[in-house]
């Protein structure tokens, strides 16, 4: 049976691994041969990942906090 570390660590790599592929693909739009865009867009595209990225980094602080709460 495998363990919820095990779990973790294989969905883990798997997740980080498809997310620097798409990153990557993101990365590959600022060929201007292939494709047109304004700065703006580039902002609004790269605000949006580093919003995310902040809160998913913050989910993981915030769950180890449960239930600690004291007067």
Not at 14 to 22: D, P, S, T, Y
Not at 63 to 68: M, Q, R
Request: no cysteine; aromatic share 8%; charged share 40%.
């Amino acid at each position: 049976m495998e363990t919820k570390r095990e779990k973790f660590k294989e969905l883990a790599e798997k997740r980080v691994n498809n997310a620097l592929k798409n990153i990557q693909l993101i990365g590959n739009l600022s060929n201007t041969n292939n494709y047109e865009y304004s700065e703006e867009e580039v902002s609004k595209i790269f605000k949006t990942l580093k919003e995310e990225l902040q809160t998913a980094e913050a989910r993981f602080k915030i769950s180890g906090k449960k239930g600690k709460f004291k007067l």
